[in-house]
């Protein structure tokens, strides 16, 4: 456990330096939509995505140094998901790590078009990322954006979320959103490190199922929290996903048998790195990382 958190530490520190490279401070033009964007940016995540991207590139022996520009266009495109997921019109919710949520402190437009940036932000740093082959490049350029958009993807899921909203639905439809809404990008995240590390087409397939067995994990534990957890443990609301009647997996099976749940497919995650020739430590102990945390 003290290799993760090293490891996590790691990561937060290496991709926040080439975040605050790919966003200066001060930079100006227009002044309140950079401050906009720097306050949802370095408001505190988790980083979990580029910490995968990153764990996957570096058992396949990818130098960590070829990884950033992508690690951070992935956060970045999750950061607009959040900043846009918080508006009034979607989620209205005034608390976002631990801070007030983009909208409420620079207004709902700036919030808009500072969503709008980030994702085109993210884009251009992995289209200029010189360390990276151009083949490898529009490669990732187009798996994130299938991962952020439709027919299967993120932007996909919060769609079919909105419509599900006080709807009884299967526990495949329950699936099937989270899968788009959330596990997409997570497993894209994985396979942009296995891509820059230059794995075979068999490893790259081995590391699309970890991560939508991540992806998955990390949704169901997400929801866990929901209910289980208080607002200032989390740094966002609590019972959100009660209050608005989200589908969710203790919403559908209460919250013992979600927990049990997790635990399978926590093992199935780990069960799928077995044939890996490779080492496997931190991978999995990003696993137990989405099993055990608490925000
Ligand atoms: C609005 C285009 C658009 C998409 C929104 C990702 C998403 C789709 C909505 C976020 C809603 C939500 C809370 C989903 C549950 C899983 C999730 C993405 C949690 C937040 O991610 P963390 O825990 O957050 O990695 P940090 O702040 O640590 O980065």
């Known amino acids: 456990m003290h290799q993760l958190t090293e490891f996590l530490k790691g990561v937060t520190c290496d991709v926040d330096a080439r975040l605050d490279q790919l966003i200066p401070a001060g930079a100006t033009s227009p002044r309140t939509l950079h401050e906009a964007i720097r306050w949802s940016v370095f408001a505190g995540g988790k980083r979990f995505r580029p910490a995968i991207l990153i764990a996957v590139g570096e058992a396949l022996g990818a130098p960590r140094s070829t990884m950033l520009s992508t690690a951070a266009a992935v956060e970045m495109i999750h950061t607009y998901s959040l900043i846009h997921d918080d508006l009034p019109a979607m989620d209205d919710d005034d608390l976002r790590r631990g801070k007030a949520t983009c909208h409420v402190k620079f207004g709902e437009a700036t919030a808009i078009l500072a969503g709008d940036v980030l994702q085109t932000l993210a884009f251009k740093a992995v289209a200029d990322d010189a360390g990276l082959s151009a083949e490898d490049r529009i490669r990732i350029?187009?798996?994130?954006?299938?991962?952020?958009?439709?027919?299967?993807?993120?932007?996909?899921?919060?769609?079919?979320?909105?419509?599900?909203?006080?709807?009884?639905?299967?526990?495949?439809?329950?699936?099937?959103?989270?899968?788009?809404?959330?596990?997409a990008l997570i497993t894209a995240s994985a396979v942009c490190g296995a891509i820059i590390a230059s794995a075979r087409e068999e490893e790259i397939t081995?590391?699309?199922?970890?991560?939508?067995?991540?992806?998955?994990?990390?949704?169901?534990?997400?929801?866990?929290?929901?209910?289980?957890?208080?607002?200032?443990?989390l740094g966002k609301t609590a019972g959100k996903d009660v209050s608005s009647r989200k589908a969710t997996y203790p919403a559908h099976y209460g919250h013992v048998k979600?927990?049990?749940?997790?635990?399978?497919?926590?093992?199935?995650?780990?069960?799928?790195?077995?044939?890996?020739?490779?080492?496997?430590?931190?991978?999995?102990?990003?696993?137990?990382?989405?099993?055990?945390?608490?925000?």
């Open 141 to 183: 350029i187009s798996l994130l954006a299938e991962a952020s958009g439709t027919p299967y993807g993120m932007v996909s899921g919060q769609q079919l979320d909105l419509d599900a909203e006080g709807n009884e639905l299967s526990i495949q439809e329950i699936a099937e959103i989270h899968a788009q809404k959330t596990g």
């Open 206 to 233: 081995v590391f699309r199922s970890f991560g939508e067995k991540l992806g998955l994990l990390f949704q169901i534990t997400d929801d866990l929290l929901d209910v289980t957890q208080e607002t200032a443990t």
């Open 258 to 295: 979600t927990g049990e749940m997790a635990k399978t497919v926590r093992d199935d995650a780990l069960k799928g790195l077995n044939d890996l020739d490779r080492d496997t430590v931190l991978l999995r102990g990003m696993v137990e990382f989405v099993v055990s945390r608490n925000s």
